[in-house]
């Protein structure tokens, strides 16, 4: 869905001028009606907001009534309408979204309609960026560039552009972003399609502004507004995006007047055309402009209807909003209220962590985002810490200048208690990361021991080899895993620790404790999650590979691991061992998978990787920490 609200609705008008809805208004109604009467019903009333579980009901049904036809196009359609009543009514899971768009598209490929097979690539390029499945929404979003090039579709090939700008975006990828988006612009305005133009400036603005180069995304925002004035007059939403991420802007470059201006004309652009109860939101961002001129009573106003009117409609998991009012509460001293806020917050942000590790889990993917996640709520912590230590020097230089009258003394008093609730607030909030890594660990246990299981069961040598390299890759993360929540820091490994653990469970796997030694040799180094994670998926490869290898017919040896910092840019990782080396004509054995791992892993720390046979096989890394972290 590429347009706006306002444009969508009118073009539902258009298509079903004569249409009546009173033809349906309850299920029951479907049996004397045709499916694609249904259908005209769905398409004309998705956009309504109203009537939501007679909706559903209507169109489950007529999906029903459409399978049982197995014309394709017919049940592609319905999936498609589904899908854009759940989007537009917002009230629901990103994943029902998507569901019903990846079914859609399974059947317009059945209908080997290749204009509809590319929209609708495209459209789910968009349900994957809302539900935060951005490799995929990058996988789809190149099928239907490919598709609209092959069909010379220069209007489809344009949005396709804009979206691909709106996913670099989201991931903060603003060059990449501002590469595709002015990619898109010209073949937009080429096939006249004003409206996308006009909504492919709020990707400059914003990637502009979060560069700091505030002059292109004040100019981006103009041409924005003047599109929409002399080419889309009808675009009556642009101008209300168009003025609010022009403050964003403002807000960044702490020109704190203008920001103003322009979030007022946003909410008063968008009470004008739908009213002030569904605009209330737009009033948070009003708040955070006067709560950053100190201007605490008018913050007040504007956030507490803003954060009601997120509540009211169900949109929980907001974060900076609730951070907001919870700050203004304070400056005016209601710290009860203070608290009850910055409460809500953490709840979002644990929630919001929790959701995404649950999704990695069930991909079986470990992208290391916990780590991450980890980081940035521990530098939370440091930061209500040291913001705790400034008021209470304030309220002290206060005293020694004899200015601490009763009622100063009565705020105090409550600061001090507020700031134990948040500390132990943010004990717990600890204590739920490590569980958070207790159970990530042990569901990488479950994983091991279901390919465990699964390699006992296989006569194919080659095949049991292949899982039980698995099983000892899995086990590399959840030794990480499990060096996180026994340890104090969340956001670093100690390596020596890890690597014993690590040489112990792989020595373990192919039973040879009395035949292989692995020391190492290395100070205690701590690392973050990012850097480390590679790294013992490196060793663990070169662990096993020369166990298989290197110490034939039961040939005792020794394995020696190191790891340290040659300055404070880079890292140097050494693992020697005694056996045989490389034999010259001999073509290497295994599939190579590991080999490939190991040149990946290094290029993604920015590492140089050295082989060398004396006495054996020595193998250095030299990686560029900075890269790495």
């Known amino acids: 869905m590429n347009k706006t609200i306002s444009t969508i609705l009118i073009v539902c008008y258009i298509a079903y001028p004569c249409f009546s809805q009173s033809h349906i208004s309850t299920p029951e109604d479907l049996k004397s009606v045709s499916i694609d009467s249904c259908l005209s019903w769905m398409e004309h009333n998705a956009y309504t907001g109203k009537d939501l579980d007679n909706f559903h009901a209507i169109g489950l049904q007529t999906l029903k009534r459409s399978i049982e036809t197995k014309d394709p196009k017919t049940i592609a359609n319905i999936h498609e309408t589904l899908a854009n009543w759940f989007g537009y009514n917002g009230t629901f899971s990103p994943d029902s979204i998507v569901k019903h768009s990846e079914k859609a598209l399974e059947y317009y490929i059945q209908s080997k309609d290749k204009t509809k097979i590319a929209d609708t690539y495209r459209t789910l390029s968009i349900d994957y960026i809302n539900a935060q499945k951005l490799d995929k929404a990058q996988d789809v979003l190149f099928k239907a560039i490919a598709i609209y090039e092959e069909l010379k579709d220069e209007s489809g090939l344009g949005n396709a552009y804009r979206t691909l700008g709106s996913l670099y975006l989201r991931m903060e990828d603003f060059d990449k972003s501002i590469v595709y988006t002015n990619k898109a612009i010209p073949i937009l305005e080429n096939t006249k399609n004003y409206a996308s133009v006009a909504i492919a400036q709020f990707n400059l603005i914003t990637s502009y502004g979060e560069l700091g180069e505030f002059d292109k995304a004040y100019k981006a925002a103009d041409y924005c507004l003047e599109i929409v004035r002399t080419k889309a007059a009808d675009e009556v939403f642009i101008p209300v995006r168009a003025h609010s991420y022009r403050g964003d802007v403002y807000v960044k470059a702490k020109d704190y007047n203008n920001a103003l201006k322009d979030f007022i004309k946003a909410w008063e652009l968008c009470k004008a055309n739908i009213g002030e109860e569904r605009c209330a939101t737009f009033r948070t961002e009003i708040g955070q402009v006067y709560l950053l001129q100190n201007n605490y009573e008018e913050a007040l106003e504007h956030l507490s209807v803003g954060v009601k009117a997120y509540e009211e409609k169900g949109q929980n998991g907001i974060i900076q909003q609730y951070l907001d009012l ?304």
């Open 326 to 629: 919870s700050e203004t509460y304070s400056k005016l001293g209601d710290f009860e209220n203070a608290i009850r806020y910055k409460d809500k917050a953490n709840t979002n942000a644990t929630k919001i962590l929790e959701d995404k590790i649950t999704n990695l889990e069930t991909e079986a993917v470990i992208k290391y985002e916990t780590g991450k996640k980890d980081e940035a709520l521990a530098s939370q912590a440091l930061l209500i810490e040291q913001k705790s230590k400034t008021q209470s020097l304030i309220i002290a230089v206060a005293a020694l200048l004899g200015l601490l009258l009763l009622s100063l003394l009565y705020f105090f008093n409550k600061n001090k208690k507020a700031t134990k609730i948040i500390r132990a607030k943010n004990a717990e909030n600890e204590l739920l990361l490590k569980e958070i890594h207790h159970r990530v660990k042990n569901n990488l246990e479950m994983v091991k021991s279901l390919i465990a299981l699964q390699s006992a069961q296989m006569e194919d040598s080659a095949s049991k080899d292949a899982m039980i390299a698995s099983q000892n890759r899995v086990q590399s993360m959840g030794i990480i895993h499990q060096k996180l929540y026994q340890g104090t820091n969340l956001g670093s490994i100690e390596m020596k620790d890890y690597f014993l653990n690590l040489s112990e469970g792989i020595l373990d796997t192919f039973n040879a404790d009395d035949k292989v030694k692995i020391e190492c040799a290395m100070n205690n180094l701590d690392l973050d999650v990012d850097t480390a994670v590679p790294i013992g998926l490196i060793v663990n490869e070169l662990l096993t590979n020369a166990l298989k290898y290197a110490f034939p017919k039961d040939k005792k040896g020794l394995i020696s691991i190191s790891l340290e910092k040659t300055n404070d840019h880079h890292l140097l990782l050494k693992v020697a061992d005694n056996g045989i080396g490389k034999v010259k004509g001999l073509l290497p054995k295994g599939t190579g998978f590991g080999t490939q791992l190991v040149n990946l892993l290094t290029q993604q720390l920015n590492g140089k990787m050295t082989e060398f046979t004396k006495n054996g096989t020595i193998i250095e890394f030299d990686f560029l920490t900075d890269t790495a972290a």
